[in-house]
């Protein structure tokens, strides 16, 4: 209890005091909280061994802003940005994708981790940059609005991304580790496995989780197509 008490007080005394000096700035209230946690973790090593647990909390609460501005979305409204949301929106994320993709390309990497890296990097935070819009008093504006198409792009562009990433993850020297990340070697994979279905051996959610696992790389794109489908089909109806 007494560590718990402490990392809160610090969280939050770093908060009380990095985000008006920012806000006073000028810079935004969002770059105060990034300018605290650098200060507090990497800097003093105040906190830093509970990024765990904070990271479930952090996960939660974005999820919580997205479902918000889901609500607030009107279909129509959707398809009067249209235009804003397949040109300027699609075109920001191909761009960005193709010039990050010609990066790692450059510094020897395969174009298959190359294009990986392309479409992680092409995305934004929604989170920080609507928070920065909506301090600034520039939601409303037509450069605000297209931002936002922009951001809203990309929220959807990540459906497809998952989808594609297990394709790419099959011409790589390793595959998806059990916590969905990509490994590159063979070993790494194998043992990553070994280790996983020996802890979790009588864990229904595990012989799911290893089931989709086991399959091929389109056979994990067709299972995520899949899912995204059926949650689409159970909202209409």
């Known amino acids: 209890m007494e560590g718990f008490l402490f990392q809160a007080s610090v969280y939050l005394a770093a908060a009380v005091i990095a ?36 990271q479930h909390f952090a ?23 249209r235009h804003r949301l397949l040109g ?6 191909l761009l960005s994708t193709a010039a ?19 479409l992680t990097l092409s995305l934004s935070s929604t989170a920080i940059v609507l928070q ?14 297209s931002v936002f ?12 991304i998952l989808a594609f990433l297990p394709l790419l993850a099959t011409g790589l020297a390793g595959g998806i580790l059990p916590n969905g990340a990509i490994s590159l070697d063979p070993q790494e994979v194998e043992n990553a496995h070994l280790s996983a279905e020996a802890s979790h051996a009588n864990d229904a959610a595990h012989a799911a989780q290893t089931f989709v696992q086991s399959l091929p790389g389109w ?12 949650i689409i089909l159970v909202g209409i109806y």
Not at 153 to 159: F, L, R, Y
Not at 220 to 227: E, F, N, P, Y
């Open 19 to 54: 985000v008006p000096i920012a806000a006073r700035l000028g810079l935004g209230s969002v770059l105060g909280y990034l300018a605290a946690g650098i200060l507090i973790g990497p800097v003093l090593g105040l906190v830093g061994s509970e990024t765990k647990d904070v």
């Open 59 to 81: 996960e939660f609460g974005v999820v919580m802003m997205l479902f918000l501005i889901g609500l607030e979305l009107e279909p129509r409204a959707l398809w009067d940005m």
């Open 88 to 93: 300027m929106g699609g075109l920001q994320v």
């Open 100 to 118: 990050l993709m010609a990066i790692a390309m450059a510094y020897d990497q395969p174009w298959r981790v190359a294009l990986a890296i392309g």
């Open 132 to 145: 920065t819009l909506s301090e600034k008093g520039l939601m409303r504006t037509q450069g605000g609005r």
């Open 149 to 160: 198409s922009v951001l809203l792009t990309q929220d959807i562009a990540v459906i497809p």
């Open 219 to 230: 056979g994990v794109t067709l299972v995520t197509i899949g899912a995204v489908a059926a």
